[in-house]
């Protein structure tokens, strides 16, 4: 109410709070209601992110659901996410609605690692010497670290997309029996060959292919390109 007292709350409500040091019911103070949050060791407003001087953690809490659209999120000591959303009524009381944000936020921490991983492996992809490529079921290029780049003396990015047949006209039809048969078999191929690039440079490498699997099933072809020329020239 326009007090800072609970006036009402459901039973869920009351059970999203339960693990408080606090008794969740009507004729609560809001001030400690906030402050069994703020007292929580999980709380990532409070203990994790801006260390605030409790009074001051509250008063900035207070504020915020007095805002219109406002939303917090805290993090209780069992690990669960609780959401508030406020919103002022006519007769200057807080309309409080609370809802377990577990799932959505246990998602969210999952995509940010799995992103953050990605970017660890693709810099250590584009960190090494060696090239290294990958392409789809349909011998699409969809990555060309940089040093692939510079084995076949050209922009990368020029050939993502482009098939094995646009790229190797002189030994496409070679090169997509054995991409497909990594993909059919799963069976790593390692060969040393000299390969002729847009019909103008030869180059004696030595490549290694295998299969992949994105987490949906979807395979793909991930190899790399090792120049020996100059091996070859000493």
Same mark, same amino acid.
């Given at each position: 109410?326009?007090?800072?007292?609970?006036?009402?709350?459901?039973?869920?409500?009351?059970?999203?709070?339960?693990?408080?040091?606090?008794? =969740? /019911?009507?004729?609560?103070?809001? *001030?400690?209601?906030? $402050?069994?949050?703020?007292?929580?060791?999980?709380? !990532?407003? +409070?203990?994790?992110?801006?260390?605030?001087?409790?009074?001051?953690?509250?008063?900035?809490?207070?504020?915020?659901?007095?805002?219109?659209?406002?939303?917090?999120?805290?993090?209780?000591?069992?690990?669960?996410? =609780? /959401?508030?959303?406020?919103?002022? *009524?006519?007769?200057? $009381?807080?309309?409080?609605?609370?809802?377990?944000? !577990?799932? +959505?936020?246990?998602?969210?921490?999952?995509?940010?690692?799995?992103?953050?991983?990605?970017?660890?492996?693709?810099?250590?992809?584009?960190?090494?010497?060696?090239?290294?490529?990958?392409?789809?079921?349909?011998?699409?290029?969809?990555?060309?670290?940089?040093?692939?780049?510079?084995?076949?003396?050209?922009?990368?990015?020029?050939?993502?997309?482009?098939?094995?047949?646009?790229?190797?006209?002189?030994?496409?039809?070679?090169?997509?029996?054995?991409?497909?048969?990594?993909?059919?078999?799963?069976?790593?191929?390692?060969?040393?060959?000299?390969?002729?690039?847009?019909?103008?440079?030869?180059?004696?490498?030595?490549?290694?292919?295998?299969?992949?699997?994105?987490?949906?099933?979807?395979?793909?072809?991930?190899?790399?390109?090792?120049?020996?020329?100059?091996?070859?020239?000493?």
């Amino acid at each position: 109410d326009e007090g800072g007292v609970l006036a009402s709350c459901n039973e869920t409500f009351r059970a999203l709070y339960d693990e408080l040091p606090v008794a =969740v /019911r009507p004729g609560l103070d809001i *001030l400690a209601l906030f $402050g069994a949050i703020y007292e929580t060791p999980s709380s !990532t407003d +409070s203990r994790n992110a801006a260390k605030l001087a409790r009074e001051m953690w509250i008063g900035g809490r207070l504020s915020e659901i007095d805002r219109e659209g406002s939303e917090t999120v805290d993090q209780l000591v069992s690990g669960r996410f =609780v /959401r508030m959303n406020g919103r002022r *009524l006519p007769d200057d $009381g807080i309309l409080l609605v609370c809802s377990d944000a !577990t799932r +959505s936020f246990e998602q969210k921490i999952r995509l940010r690692e799995q992103a953050r991983t990605a970017e660890i492996y693709r810099a250590a992809l584009e960190g090494l010497q060696v090239a290294v490529f990958m392409r789809d079921g349909e011998g699409r290029m969809t990555y060309a670290n940089e040093a692939y780049g510079r084995v076949l003396g050209g922009d990368r990015a020029t050939f993502i997309g482009k098939t094995e047949k646009e790229m190797f006209p002189h030994a496409w039809e070679q090169f997509v029996r054995e991409n497909r048969e990594v993909i059919k078999t799963g069976e790593p191929i390692e060969k040393s060959e000299e390969v002729v690039f847009d019909g103008e440079v030869s180059l004696p490498i030595i490549t290694r292919v295998s299969r992949i699997e994105a987490p949906d099933g979807e395979p793909f072809v991930v190899g790399s390109i090792t120049d020996v020329s100059v091996l070859k020239d000493r």
